[in-house]
């Protein structure tokens, strides 16, 4: 039998394309909710102005955390739009640059928290011998303890700073992670797919990235997306008590901080950032709410 | 014309003399589904009567929607993105527009109903016998009146009196260990017969079930049929019994109405189904049966069930049908009446189709 | 005579109940005891019996998927009870399995190609480039088109997606397949389809198979032979014409008269067995029939009862066969 292999490449192809298509319907489907969509736009826009914060920043110095005595505790108006600090720096440019810090921290928690848990989770859950046992008794002891505080011992323990904060955070944030993946492993391993791959003789790494992996995706997309608003509020937390950032540089929590004191005269300070980090949290949580939905749906 | 006693001769559907009107009348239900692939109509003009002290049986495979049609009929479909339209007519009030509070005390008092999957559908947190006293002391306060009258004893001992007669009634004998036990504690028969006796407990006109052996083993099926079989006999309950598995439809009901991808195909009485069936689906779904003791080749329906989001536009049968003509392409057929209480929504039958060579004129399947 | 493809001698294979804090087992649940059996090269075999009787397990247990826990299991005579699993890797492709759920036993994440090729990694005969010719021609097989190839498993209806299976199973060029319940998930409509497929392949390809399944009245459309299991041991095996007509077994009996027939004529009796059916992690003494047996006696309940061979390849254990046949107790008039 003698089968034509280039016709088989346009049918790939062709079979490729419908499925981007299908892809491509979800995605509509996802922006059709008006929520998703001003969600996903309003975190478009604070990528971006993390990005291009030097160019968007009116004043890009005093983002960087240049002094601008003779402006201090400037209400907003005309000049400086959302007002100045203490130290007479631009509230709109600070917040700008302070999106780098904090969604840039976010995003590197949650990545890396995701790579650390993934597999081991992948381990976990289809071995149950020691090695399994070992992990699993290690992930209910992180998840023991409060995270924050687990944190913050290690950020005490290694030093204040924003790299030393996001790896403080790192520490209990994979075993998450691994408990997702774990569980989600335990109900896989289960289904016959794994039992007719098993009956072919493979192995054990063969069947957790082949057969496993994929299958765990969705839900750990979804968690992930779900975790970076409770990751940009932890960091803001330890910089809002002193352990994460460092002045002049500031994140959103720490400028939270700063303007504390004053928050009765002089609100902006606090509320400003504040509002910005509730923003952001919330379009998080509402994109990976409706990701969820839409991926749950269509199978 | 035939109000004998023998209940045999009693079932005859509406023109050989059912002396009762139909408990139930459902006409021209239609239900549909926003999906996000589009509008989909699971059901489209699902119209049958049930009678009192019949069975009926609801035949259909998987996606026709026989199931769909149980639970819309008590309302019981959730979601906002589901329209339902038609009429279900219970003593004389729809209870499609009856108001929820209305629905409600018909369901499970007048209507009860029997799921696939016994276990769960029995609640897991209580005994089997704190659920079913206090079923009984909400439907039967009456009769409970009437035990503590009689036997001279409490309540509560009366509640235990009327259980125990209750579940004995399905079969049940070995009540008092039983009802101390959880729901994952019995075994599949057991539960489907307790829940049974739960459906019961209000003496329902109707008891609508749901594949309600179709989880359990065959030897504990025959048990369930049996007793659904009394049911109807000595309580003169009304049965609609929604299966997949012809054979059942054949031993225990009295009519059978066959759906294929949302329609009713066919109704007849049980022996005209199986000896004379005229719907192309119900003659291929017939001889792809297989039958115990009885080597013969076994046939298939070629073809898979049409996609309901994009149904074709007349007969949903028409890709699969061997005597498909050109008109059912894109009409839609209307249920006729070939002979008494046999009613069948094909072309072939319909008085304006003349060339009768069409009309395939084999034998029944037996 | 044909010599057996696979032997099973005494097999038991338990499973661990309720452990001590140690982790060792302090109760058995004994899904298949005390089995021996032979599988004939070339025939079909059925396996019949109620849910939890123990049927799957034993298939399970013949693909060494299932632990073995004493006995021997032979395939073309070769002991392949007690090989590890990097051992067991010549036989693997050999024997196969079909599942009950399609649509489970397909991974949602790979194409049909992908999945075909996992198993024609296998078949030493393909070589590399040849794989997707292969997987096509199997396509063919399972009478699918070869523009599915690209396609994902939950864009087939369940009856293509059992082919699917099968075409797997088959891409390793198997010797004998067991079958697991693999047409009780399918509609009537389709599933005279997929017997259909397996009959002719295993014509073709000159296939052992054994077929597990509850439903009795498919078993005679598919297998040669039938076993009839209860509660972890088989009772009866029987050609699967005379299983019907002459059941020697009272159990096998009951069975068969549990079935609703499809025509309303022949309305058969719908007997009810008294009783549960036994847990296996206590199963009753002697024969484990006895508590449900209309027929049982003292010594039922103490002693089990051994084989008697009843024909070629067809025997019965039942202490009252013998007398149940000459009354023509079990044979419907």
Sequence with gaps: MAVQTDSFADMALQVKKDHRKMKWFQFQRLLRRKTALLSLIILILALLAALFAPVIAPYPDQGMGAVNLEHRLKAPGSHYALGTDIYGRDMVSRVVFGARISLFGGICIVICAA????????????????????ISRTVELFLSFPSTLIAMAISILIGAGWSTAIIALIIPWWPWYTRLVQAEVLSIKQTLFVEAAQMLGYGKIYIIFRHLLPNVMTPVMVMILLDLGPAIITIGLLSFIGLGTQPPMADWGLMVWEGAPNILSEWWISVVPGCAMFIVVIAFNIFGDALKDILDTSG | MNT??????????????????????????????????????????????LYPNEILALVGETGSGKSVTAKSLLHLIPGRNCEIRGRVLFEREDLLSLPKKMLQAIRGDKISMVFQNPKSSINPIFTLGEQFHRLIRLYLPHRI?????????????????????????????????MLKLYAAEVSGGMAQRYRIALALVSAPEILIADEATSALDVTVQAHILKLMKDLCTTKKTAILFITHDLGIAAQICNRVAVMYAGRIVETADTKTIFKNPLHPYTRGLLKAVPKLGKNESLAFIPGIVPDLVNPPKGCRFFCRCDHAMDRCRDQKPKSVRVENNHDVSCFLYHPDHTDKKEIPNETAPD | MKPPLIELEKVNTWFPGSKTILGKPRSWIKAVSDVSLNIIAGECLGLVGESGCGKSTLGRTVLRIAPLHSGEIRFLGDPIGTLSSKELKPYRSKMQMVFQDPKASLNPKMTIFDILKEALVLNTRVEKHAYLEQAVELLHLVDLRSEHIYRYPHEFSGGQQQRICIARALATDPRFIVFDEATSALDVSVQAQVINLMKNLQNTFNLTYLFISHDLSIMEHVCSRVAVMYAGQIVEIQDSRALFDTPRHPYTKSLKNAVPVADPEESNTLEVLKGEVPKLSDPPSGCHFHPRCNYAQDICKEKSPLKSETGDHSWVRCHFHETLWAQGTLIDN
């Design chain 1, 115 to 134: 790579v650390i848990g993934v597999p081991l989770g992948l381990w976990a859950g289809y071995n149950e011998g020691i090695s399994g046992a070992v």
């Design chain 2, 4 to 49: 004998g006693t023998a209940n045999k001769d009693n079932l005859q559907g509406p023109h050989m003399g059912h002396d009762k009107d139909p408990v139930l009348q459902v006409r021209e239900l239609t239900v549909a589904f926003n999906l996000p692939q589009g509008r989909a109509e699971i059901l489209e003009g699902v119209s049958f009567d």
């Design chain 2, 145 to 177: 009146a009437q035990v503590k009258l009689k036997m001279g004893c409490t309540r509560k001992q009366a509640v235990q009196i009327i259980a125990k007669e209750k579940l004995h009634e399905v079969g049940l004998t070995d009540t008092e260990r």
